[in-house]
C-alpha cells in the first residue's frame, strides 16, 4: 500500500471510532450566584438547540523588513459565542436571561444593578460537551470562564409555522479552556 492510497477503506480506516457526530453534545450552564438558580437553568442542557466549539485566533502584525512584509503572532482576538435555545411556553430560561440583562444595564434606569459591581458576580460558566456513540463517555469539554449574556435574541412569531420556537443567545467570556487535552488552562 503506497502513501498516496486514497480509496475508500483507506478513508474509513482513519475514523477509528467513526467519526464524532454534531448531533451527541450537551451544554450547561453556571449562573452567578445572585441570579438564583431553579429550573429554567437547570433545563438549559435541554433547551440548547445548537452549539459549537470555539474557534481559535491570534491577530497577525505585519512588520516591514527590506521591502518584505513579514507577519508576527500578535495578541489573542477577542470572542463571543453564540448558541440556540428552544422556547418553552412559560418563557421561564428567557426571562431569567433577560433578568440577567437587565441587572447588567437596565432598561429605564441605564445603570448597572449594585450586586452586579464585581466580575464575578455577573458572570458565568458555560460547558459544551461532546458525546461518544458508544457509551455515557464524553469526549471533549469545552468551558466558557467568565460568560455573560449580551444578546438575547427576537423570536419570530408566524402564522405559517408549527415549529417550536428558537432564539438565539450571544455570550460574552473571557476566556475559553478544553479539559480532555489542557488547552487554554
Known amino acids: 500500500m503506497s502513501d498516496l492510497d486514497f480509496g475508500v477503506t483507506s478513508f474509513l480506516n482513519s475514523f477509528e471510532k467513526g467519526g464524532a457526530l454534531a448531533s ?66 412559560d418563557h421561564m430560561l428567557r426571562t431569567y436571561l433577560l433578568e440577567w440583562l437587565d441587572m447588567l444595564n437596565g432598561h429605564e434606569s441605564n445603570k ?28 471533549n469539554t469545552v468551558t466558557f470562564h467568565e460568560a455573560w449574556p449580551s444578546s438575547v435574541g427576537e423570536i419570530t412569531l408566524d402564522w405559517e409555522t408549527n415549529e417550536i420556537q428558537t432564539y438565539e443567545i450571544t455570550w460574552e467570556f473571557s476566556r475559553w479552556s478544553q479539559s480532555q487535552w489542557g488547552v487554554g488552562t
Open 112 to 139: 448597572r444593578s449594585e450586586e452586579f459591581s464585581l466580575v464575578s458576580q455577573y458572570t458565568g460558566e458555560l460547558n459544551v460537551m461532546q458525546h461518544a456513540k458508544t457509551a455515557e463517555d464524553t469526549t
Open 24 to 89: 451527541l453534545f450537551s451544554c450547561t450552564l453556571t449562573t452567578p450566584g445572585n441570579l438564583g438558580s431553579g429550573p429554567d437553568i437547570e433545563n438549559y442542557k435541554f433547551k440548547c438547540k445548537t452549539a459549537s466549539f470555539p474557534a481559535s485566533e491570534i491577530t497577525a502584525n505585519e512588520v516591514a523588513y527590506m521591502g518584505r512584509t513579514i507577519n508576527i503572532p500578535g495578541n489573542r482576538e477577542s470572542q463571543q459565542w453564540t448558541n440556540e435555545v428552544y422556547n418553552d411556553e
